[in-house]
């Protein structure tokens, strides 16, 4: 009797699409860390990633790499801030200084400002 030969599919196995998330967080913003290693601190978006859905935060999240010499750089030991999911930071009220949700708000003009729930205050876009 002869053994079972099972076929393999010839089709491509395709990996779903990253869905693309609207984020509040711009580069810029005071932001402090809700959950996590680094809970409490506080820190300013260098970097946001929406693609990833992820944020880079001054001083937090710091990783060590060890970096091999070259002819025009050093080698060593360098240590910069990796990004952590945005889920895990809140935007700061510029009013109260807490963390707070925000919402968006359109101008007449069609512009989209983005409000403080907490205080109700608009939070200006730092570019």
Do not use: C, W
């Not at 930071?89 to 989209?112: H, I, Q, S, Y």
């Amino acid at each position: 009797m002869k053994p079972l030969v099972y076929r393999k599919s010839r089709r491509k196995k395709t990996q779903p699409k990253p869905v693309r998330q609207r984020l509040h967080i711009t580069k810029g913003d005071t932001v402090r860390v809700i959950s996590g290693d680094f809970k409490g601190k506080e820190g300013k978006v260098l970097k946001v990633l929406p693609k990833k859905g992820r944020v880079v935060v001054e001083g937090v999240n710091l990783v060590k790499r060890h970096r091999k010499a070259t002819p025009t750089t050093e080698g060593g030991i360098i240590q910069f801030p990796a990004p952590i999911h945005v889920s895990n930071v809140m935007l700061l009220d510029p009013k109260t200084g807490e963390p707070t949700r925000v919402r968006r708000k359109k101008d007449a003009d069609g512009t989209v400002e983005r409000i403080s729930v907490k205080s109700g205050q608009p939070i200006p876009r730092s570019r």
